[in-house]
């Protein structure tokens, strides 16, 4: 196998130079990262799992003309990817509080929300990624405010969607992030969605007894954390050929 080019190493990812133009290969890490990487650690099996996840969910998410940046899984840890002009702001929605939303406003944990909250963020580690108005996002000129218009449509469609799916096999979705970016073919530019829907970064908990099933077990040293990941991708009916014996990813070339 040709080596590859790396471009970029995210906290959870790798992205390789794509075997033809306009692609990349993205790498998912069993690296596990919480509270802008002040805590580090290891959760086996993880990129195999959210490789998974994430192709299941995007694969879903492009039947119902969600454009996405997803072209196909290679392997077990990578897959096929348009590239495209990352938007430098992390879109959340909030259906249930919890995390910082309950820490700011003093909501307990678990409280389900009058209406889904949308909230943005600017991506940048070294500020801690602070939350932003829409107003910032334009004027700055992160995005458009077409581009914002674009982003908070698809953005609900996807809440509406993955609320269902994930209910329909016991598990709430509490909240996720999703990233964009700018997509460029044939002179046209659109926006499409980006990076990874996981347990990474959704909060997943079950139905009927608010168990976590995501990075939270991770970041709160609840224990169990592959157990729980690996629950999803069954209730999912995708868990790897893999099972869920040791998934130790092998080391990649730079």
């Not at 072209?71 to 702001?89: D, F, G, H, S, T």
Request: proline letters at 4%; glycine letters at 8%.
């Amino acid at each position: 196998m040709a080596r590859r080019r790396q471009l970029y190493e995210g906290k959870a990812k790798i992205l390789f130079e794509g075997p033809e133009p306009g692609t990349l290969v993205q790498y998912f890490k069993d690296d596990a990262t919480a509270f802008n990487a002040q805590k580090k650690g290891t959760i086996t099996g993880k990129g195999v799992l959210n490789n998974r996840i994430s192709e299941f969910l995007m694969t879903k998410l492009a039947e119902i003309n969600i454009p996405t940046h997803f072209i196909r899984r290679l392997n077990m840890r990578e897959q096929l990817i348009k590239e495209v002009e990352i938007i430098p702001i992390e879109v959340v929605v909030r259906n249930i509080a919890a995390g910082s939303l309950a820490q700011r406003l003093g909501i307990p944990e678990g409280t389900r929300l009058p209406r889904s909250i949308v909230e943005y963020y600017y991506k940048n580690d070294q500020l801690n990624d602070p939350m932003v108005a829409e107003e910032h996002i334009t004027a700055f000129g992160w995005a458009s405010a077409q581009d914002v218009d674009d982003i908070v449509h698809y953005t609900l469609r996807i809440n509406d969607f993955l609320t269902g799916l994930f209910l329909g096999v016991g598990i709430t979705l509490v909240d996720f992030k999703l990233e964009f970016g700018r997509l460029y073919e044939n002179d046209e530019m659109r926006v499409v969605l980006a990076d990874e829907i996981s347990p990474d970064n959704c909060r997943l908990w079950d139905a009927k007894t608010n168990e976590k099933m995501d990075k939270d077990r991770f970041r709160r040293d609840l224990g169990k954390i592959e157990e729980a990941y690996q629950e999803v991708a069954r209730r999912l009916g995708i868990l790897p050929e893999a099972g869920s014996r040791d998934m130790k990813g092998p080391e990649t070339m730079q």
